[in-house]
């Protein structure tokens, strides 16, 4: 059984048959096809990036229906946790970007 079939029955077990037709098996169906076309044009390096990248668009897309999932059956007020969370660490994540870049940019680091 190839991986592509491993993910594929994966994904049956947790997915309906409308998310299957709809996100799963379009993800997986252009991965193996994208891949197909470049070994074709004997691209070996390209198909293996577009397998690797089109896998994990394939678990990115496992992660998001699970996250929905989870989100769904969520009081307003875990929302709003949720929420100030996410805005928190985005504004974190800006502060600390912007001390390690900020002595690059006056010239500090060589």
Known sequence: MSLHERLRAMAAR?????????????????VQIDHADAMAQGRVWRGRWIRMVGYLAFLKVIGLLGCERT????????????????????AGFVVTAL???????QGGFP
């Open 71 to 90: 989100v769904r059956g969520w009081s307003a007020d875990d929302g709003q946790v949720f929420a100030r969370t996410v805005r928190l660490s985005a």
């Open 99 to 105: 001390l390690v870049v900020a002595p690059v940019a």
């Open 14 to 30: 947790v997915c309906s048959a409308p998310t299957m037709e709809r996100l799963i098996d379009p993800v997986l169906t252009d």
